[in-house]
């Protein structure tokens, strides 16, 4: 079956850091793009970061841009969110989704990914 299994979430201080994982089983993982979304208690889910198929496009929102890095290793069907310098703002659940098409112009519209991971919870806190 076709899942998507995030991993990495816990509790950081300010400061701190912490790299999230996205495992990808039951398609052909590098024919898609794969988003981070972020959703904090009574918020909107807000796109994160997006790497192309490839790997040679990234987009990141402007409030983790210098502070987080995309990758995938396409070889281990995974993609990595490395996050530097966390904030308390940066609370929230984080999920990953797979999308068949790139698209720079619409990356954080979640109408774009066809498939989403249940989630893992990544707080920061002294």
């Known amino acids: 079956q076709l899942q998507l299994v995030e991993s990495g979430g816990g509790l950081v201080q300010p400061g701190g850091s912490l790299r999230l994982s996205c495992t990808a089983s039951?398609?052909?993982?590098?024919?898609?793009?794969i988003g981070w979304f972020r959703q904090a208690p009574g918020k909107e889910r807000e796109g994160v970061s997006c790497?192309?198929?490839?790997?040679?496009?990234?987009n990141y929102a402007d409030s983790v841009k210098g502070r987080f890095t995309i990758s995938r290793d396409n070889a281990k069907n995974t993609v990595y969110l490395q996050m530097n310098s966390l904030k308390p703002e940066d609370t929230a659940i984080y999920y990953c989704?797979?999308?068949?098409?790139?698209?720079?112009?619409?990356?954080?519209?979640?109408?774009?990914?066809?498939?989403w991971g249940q989630g893992t919870q990544v707080t920061v806190s002294s």
């Open positions: 989704a797979a999308a068949r098409q790139y698209d720079s112009d619409i990356w954080d519209h979640i109408s774009l990914y066809d498939y």
């Open positions: 039951g398609f052909t993982f590098h024919y898609y793009a």
């Open positions: 790497i192309s198929s490839s790997g040679g496009n990234t």
